[in-house]
């Protein structure tokens, strides 16, 4: 028997999507304690304080499956976002739906858009699924929507959009978003991907859930990975049509959310102080770094996330590599065809000091 004979075509050739490193990987190879990740774009306060209270009152009760239906934390969403929680789908982390999507609009006669330098997952889930990806170029590291509208083709299906963008920090704005909406073919599905949208200058106001009624074809997809610091549980959901989301919500497996994290993701919501005091950190310290990277001749992408990827100037394997040494993690992006940037998430005050003072020593 040939294994490879018999895996679907589209896995054949799948790479699967590496991770930043883990602290604790690093620490063991260097035999340090103290080392600092700044590669996976996690909140660097941590989790909010009352989410892991809550988290820690029901564990004794997780002998019992979760809720399947994810009922509790739908009404918060719905509550505090004023949706339907009929537009509601919950995925173990937002990637989760992304997945959901693929399956469940796309087979190998299809093709899918996304962008380039966009995140790494589409082209992931499209050819896992044996449909075509189609890459745009990007315009000044951000999506090129003109671009995007005319790539399509036949039989494409679905396109990506990520905003803000990760790993470029690139936003569009709600009015180019609408403009690319609204005159484009309602039988295509575009994922608008928010993980990162609290950090944007953008707001609920500016954009909000109200535009899926408007549109039938476009799913907008969350997570508390990023600003509510809640990576590690793997919780997100989407907003969408009634009718879209009862697609998403029947490829899902029964359990996908556990019960930890649904409780999590429903206290951190409503702790309104912690994702506020996240986002002050992140700014003021997104302009520090910005600032200082600039001063040690380094150029930036400017970012509306929570991570900035900056120019090496040509050193981005040394630089990454040095920076390990120092005990530093940081994230290079051959695989998103930008060789020559580093991506550094915006860590706690102390945290980007370490980072510019061993930048410095090694530039
Ligand atoms: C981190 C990230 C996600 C999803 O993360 P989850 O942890 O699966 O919720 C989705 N889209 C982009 C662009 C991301 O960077």
Do not use: W
């Amino acid at each position: 028997m040939k294994v490879k004979d018999l895996v679907n075509k589209g896995i054949l050739d799948l790479s699967p999507y590496k991770p930043g490193k883990p602290i604790e990987d690093l620490e063991r190879e260097l035999g340090i304690r103290n080392a600092i990740k700044l590669a996976s774009n996690e909140n660097p306060l941590g989790p909010s304080p009352l989410a892991v209270d809550a988290v820690s009152e029901i564990l004794k009760g997780t002998h019992r499956y979760p809720d399947g239906n994810a009922l509790r934390l739908k009404e918060c969403i719905g509550k505090k976002f004023s949706v339907d929680i009929n537009c509601l789908t919950i995925g173990n982390g937002s990637n989760d739906i992304i997945e959901f999507i693929a399956r469940s609009f796309l087979s190998d006669k299809d093709s899918a858009i996304y962008s380039e330098h966009a995140f790494a997952v589409y082209p992931l889930v499209i050819q896992a699924v044996g449909a075509e990806g189609i890459e745009v170029t990007a315009k000044e590291y951000s999506h090129d929507l003109e671009g995007m509208k005319q790539a399509v083709k036949e039989n494409t299906k679905l396109i990506f959009i990520a905003n803000p963008n990760n790993p470029t920090g690139t936003f569009l704005s709600p009015i180019e978003i609408e403009s690319f909406l609204s005159d484009l073919d309602r039988n295509i599905i575009v994922l608008l991907d928010q993980a990162y949208f609290d950090y944007s200058s953008y707001n609920n106001e500016d954009i909000n859930f109200d535009l899926i009624k408007k549109y039938p074809n476009l799913i907008i997809s969350r997570s508390f990975s990023k600003a509510y610091g809640l990576a590690g549980f793997r919780i997100g959901y989407s907003v969408s049509s009634p009718e879209v989301a009862d697609f998403l919500n029947r490829v899902r497996q029964p359990f996908n959310a556990n019960s930890l994290a649904l409780v999590a993701a429903e206290v951190a919501l409503s702790d309104d102080s912690h994702l506020k005091k996240s986002l002050e950190i992140n700014l003021e310290q997104k302009k520090f770094l910005m600032k200082s990277f600039k001063e040690l001749g380094y150029e930036c992408i400017p970012s509306e996330g929570n991570f900035i990827s900056f120019n090496s100037n040509g050193e981005a394997l040394n630089l990454f590599e040095a920076l390990l040494n120092e005990g530093v993690i940081v994230r290079t992006l051959g695989v998103y065809k930008m060789p020559n940037h580093l991506r550094v998430t915006i860590g706690l005050p102390e945290e980007n000091l370490i980072l510019l003072d061993k930048l410095s020593a090694i530039s």
